[in-house]
């Protein structure tokens, strides 16, 4: 068929007439191909953003579960009991000292040999001077004492290990720290967690070093891994913390990582759970502060839609390994990524049960109208991006319509001569829009090809994500297309509209 | 009947703020098969009459009749169908288009019929039938730059025959030829109005080019001065 095209006599006589002007048809072409180029180019880096986008918000949370140790949520079948818990946790007016907040709950009680060492929190010393979020300020911190029912074993997460449906599970136990580098010191979050942590958490990334290994957890070793804004408070930003010695609890730790986010989605900042935070082995955690248990148990599901099976799964694991009775509660709560979002989240403590209690599905709906606004925020993002680069096709069909124009000038006898011999208007108009739009989808096709190899190079050089869809290459060809209609069209119009007598006379 | 009848045709145009009166009522009859030579001194309106003639402009006042059909009033795309089919057209510029073979030159009428584009075998059947009316098969590959003068009319006389017209009109085909070539083109014209009946007009200003035809009209001023037809027979013995 393109050859049939090809051999169509009028196609022939523009590609001809192209012939003649051999350097300024490339250049004009090498226009068009840079326009076309930059705009594929564009829309790949803005295609690539949205995927990673859907990505991390996938990564992030639609497919991961965390057991916390104890329970707060009333259970259909309570009676009355654990509601009463819930309000008079509400009734406290003493929101200033959460942390020290009576832990009203029916859980196991905490042995009281097993909170040891750490007597007395400094962050609770009225006398301390803080330069940094205290732990009521902190995400995640509303429900302190949460955490810290020790019901939750290591044989628990081996457990869960073996449950169909699980990709990573890791015990962690969590408590504030003081870091200290000579006299500098940081008052940080510290997560005793394990090797799988780094899997888990998809939006993690290390800046430097390397995230501690399963031998030097097995043997609990002194090593940490510090978030970015412990390592730029101790060490100072752009300075060397890997392979540096840093001192908890009177103990020298080895940093051997720095670990950051991925992901522009979330921005490391001081008081953050994540960054603003030390890790190390669990096991270190539990030789130094005496330590058996475990606060929670994060899980991740192999796919996000097993998540509420696996949910229904672990609790019914855990009962059972707990020897807990149908008529008694809980004595650990499995959190999904919403239900940690609303717990977390600011939202009063009742209302957040109750919503958290009540509707089904839950975390779809939350993630699903997140991942919505990133969607529409980076589709705006990749639009934007490829008006910008819309600018350079505009310069190119400049370059289209001044080489036809030129060739129209040149050409003035011969169309006066097709005149002559018959050919109506719109035959002349046809030959150079044929000439326009060959000149232009030549540059598109090879602006296609320019593109896809500039969107490969971002990729490899800048690592950024960039997707080059086949939607794409059909917009841009098409858009080559209609650039060379568009700005083709008045130079062939003057050519139609050419009287044969002038145009004959024409030198 | 006349194949072609003008009627008190007029044609007036404006150059700044002149009225110019090229033609100033012309009423000629011209027969089937007759070699009719214009001659005149240039602004005499010959040009114009030839150009209304060729369907290429249109007259200000009066009427042009083809076959008793009257075509000053056509659309344009009605015209250009008049020229395709019933009109051949030879320059003094020969106006064949560079570094394109005789035969395509040739071939460029077909590319505009009513029926559209001939398919390319009978194309270039058809352009070789031409330039072999032409004594040109052996340069058929050859571009104009490889062309004499007198080769590259012959090309353009070709060019005018391929759609089968009843009309050729040639304005100052000799202008830029040497005598001989010039006595070779109008040889060529004379012949296909012997043999294919061929009704031909050309415009001239060299009285022996002239003499070539069966009748030639004097114009000056945008008026027929003399009309005179010839004795067939003379004018062509004559130039023997």
């Known amino acids: ?507 | 009947m006349p194949l072609l009848e003008t009627r008190d045709l007029t044609k007036e145009y404006r150059v700044g703020d002149h009225l110019v009166h090229a033609l100033r009522g012309v009423s000629l009859g011209i027969a089937a098969g007759e070699f009719v030579t214009i001659v005149g001194p240039s602004g005499s309106g010959k040009s114009t009459f030839m150009h209304i003639l060729g369907c290429l402009d249109r007259p200000t006042t009066g009427q042009y009749l083809m076959n008793d059909r009257d075509v000053s009033t056509l659309p344009h795309d009605e015209l250009a169908r008049v020229r395709n089919e019933m009109l051949g057209f030879v320059f003094q510029g020969f106006n064949l288009l560079a570094r394109t073979s005789a035969v395509e030159n040739v071939e460029l009428p077909l590319l505009y019929t009513r029926q559209g584009v001939v398919k390319a075998g009978e194309r270039r059947k058809k352009a070789m039938a031409a330039l072999d009316a032409v004594g040109l098969t052996d340069r058929a590959e050859h571009h104009p730059n490889q062309l004499s003068g007198g080769q590259q009319q012959r090309v353009a006389i070709a060019r005018a025959l391929v759609a089968d017209p009843s009309v050729l009109l040639a304005d100052e085909p000799t202008g830029n030829l040497d005598t001989t070539t010039s006595h070779e083109v109008m040889e060529i014209f004379a012949r296909l109005r012997r043999e294919r009946g061929l009704t031909i007009v050309v415009i001239t200003h060299e009285r022996d080019i002239a003499a070539y035809g069966s009748r030639t009209i004097d114009f000056r001023d945008g008026k027929v001065t003399s009309d005179l037809h010839h004795d067939q027979t003379l004018a062509q013995s004559s130039h023997r």
């Open chain 1, 1 to 507: 068929m393109i050859k049939r095209w090809l051999s169509h006599p009028i196609v022939d006589l523009a590609l001809k007439a192209l012939g003649r002007n051999r350097l300024q048809t490339g250049l004009t072409m090498l226009g068009m191909m840079v326009g076309v180029a930059t705009v594929l180019a564009m829309m790949a880096v803005g295609a690539g953003a949205q995927q990673s986008i859907e990505q991390q918000v996938r990564a992030a949370g639609l497919n991961q579960l965390t057991v916390r140790a104890g329970n707060w949520r009333p259970k259909l079948e309570d009676t009355g009991e654990a509601i009463a818990h819930g309000d008079a946790r509400d009734t406290l007016t003493l929101p200033a000292l959460p942390g020290l907040a009576p832990d009203a709950r029916p859980a196991t009680p905490v042995a009281s040999g097993d909170i040891l060492r750490i007597a007395f929190h400094p962050e609770d010393d009225p006398m301390e001077k803080h330069d940094h979020p205290l732990a009521r300020q902190r995400l995640g911190d509303l429900e302190a004492g949460l955490g810290s029912a020790a019901t939750l074993s290591f044989a628990d997460a081996e457990a869960i290990k073996t449950l169909p449906g699980v990709q990573y599970v890791a015990g962690g136990v969590h408590e504030n720290a003081r870091v200290h580098l000579g006299d500098k010191r940081w008052f940080t979050r510290m997560h005793g967690t394990d090797v799988e942590m780094p899997a888990i958490k998809r939006g993690w990334m290390l800046s430097d070093g390397r995230f501690f290994t399963r031998r030097e957890q097995d043997n609990a070793a002194q090593v940490i891994v510090i978030g970015q804004i412990v390592a730029d408070k101790l060490f100072g930003p752009g300075n060397k913390a890997v392979g540096q010695e840093v001192m908890m609890w009177n103990q020298p730790f080895e940093v051997v990582g720095v670990v950051t986010s991925s992901t522009w989605v979330v921005q490391p900042a001081p008081g953050d759970d994540q960054f603003d935070a030390v890790y190390m082995p669990y096991t270190t955690t539990h030789r130094l502060l005496n330590l058996s248990k475990l606060n929670d148990i994060t899980i991740t599901a192999a796919s996000s839609g097993q998540v509420t099976t696996l949910a229904r799964d672990i609790t019914a694991l855990l009962r059972q390994r707990h020897g807990i009775g149908d008529n008694q509660a809980d004595d650990f709560t499995v959190l999904t990524q919403a239900t940690r979002a609303l717990t977390t989240g600011g939202l009063p403590p009742s209302v957040a049960r109750a919503v958290a209690g009540n509707v089904a599905e839950l975390e779809k709906v939350t993630l699903e109208q997140l991942a919505t606004t990133l969607e529409r925020a980076s589709r705006t993002m990749t639009w934007l991006l490829a008006a910008v680069a819309a600018v350079s096709l505009v310069v190119g069909g400049i370059g289209i319509m001044n080489i036809t124009l030129l060739s129209v000038t040149e050409r003035t006898r011969e169309i006066g001569l097709r005149l002559a011999v018959g050919a109506r208007s719109r035959d002349v108009m046809k030959q150079f829009l044929i000439e326009a739009v060959t000149i232009s989808l030549a540059g598109g096709v090879a602006g296609i090809i320019l593109g896809i190899v500039a969107a490969a190079l971002i990729a490899r050089t800048l690592n950024w994500a960039t997707v080059v869809s086949p939607v794409s290459v059909l917009l841009a060809f098409g858009v080559a297309g209609a650039v060379g209609i568009f700005f083709g069209w008045y130079p062939a119009k003057r050519a139609s509209l050419l009287d044969p007598i002038v145009a004959l006379r024409r030198e």
